[in-house]
């Protein structure tokens, strides 16, 4: 019997300069214009992530190539108090109509900024995928792409700024 | 150094990216991980305690040999990496916020 393992979700806060309506604007419509870039599981560069506006709708990555990749849904569309996206890529990093994760975002006044509160919850149904994965050893683990991704990232650690 | 900058810093190499590709299909030796690898076995052995120290892989003692494997609890790397990731990510929006907002405050 393979334990169960239970991460913890992962919460952040931060406070922006705006109140919360024009903090929801940018955080959604605006996705494109702070997502890094980087992050992206398409072969073609990243456009943009594209939130669709509207509980039910679609959250995606749109490349430069025109493709699409899905990326998850947007569960519930609570403007300018709270977002609930379904994040569904597995730990390879592919998209997994079966795969259920939630990021909760919520905007509250504070001041005259925002606080931005997100938690990413029930990691450990990825867990349950790469269990999964691992109980078949001939099979395809998730590292190369995560790999990949941290490899990525230390790229763009190291400089690209320019 | 947080769980996530340890695995960066673990990642950041080569060479030890090449040693935990190698363990992907089942638990190795490191004389079997350093089989025609360009690097020394203690070289590797180092490499290897890098990696054990990120929360990567973990080994035990199989009689005089040490045996490696991708640590089955990997999925801390995967949340470590979610954690990473959020943090950049919400900086960055924070920033984009603060430049529309500078855009918005400049004389047109």
Known sequence: MTAQIRPAPVRKSIVVNAAPERAFHIFTSGIGRWWPKTHKIGKADLDRPVIEPHGGGRWYELDVDGSECEIGKVAAWEPPSRLLLIWQLTPEFTFDPGLVTEVEVTFTADGAGTRVDLEHRYIERMGEKADAMRESVSGPGGWPALLQLYADETKSEKGDVA | ?108
């Not at chain 2, 030890?16 to 203690?42: F, H, M, Q």
């Not at chain 2, 990120?54 to 640590?71: F, H, K, M, P």
């Open chain 2, 1 to 108: 150094m947080t769980n996530a900058a340890r695995v960066f810093d673990a990642l950041h190499d080569t060479t030890r990216r090449t040693v935990l590709e190698r363990l992907r299909d089942g638990p190795k030796s490191v004389g079997e991980i350093a089989n025609d690898l360009p690097v020394s076995r203690p070289a590797v052995s180092q490499h290897l305690k890098v990696l054990k120290d990120a929360g990567l892989v973990n080994d035990r003692s199989e009689g005089t040999r040490r045996i490696y494997q991708i640590d089955p609890k990997g999925l801390g790397a995967m949340r470590a990496w979610l954690d990473q990731f959020w943090d950049s990510a919400l900086t960055a929006f924070a920033a984009e916020v603060e430049r529309d907002r500078k855009n918005e405050e400049e004389p047109k």
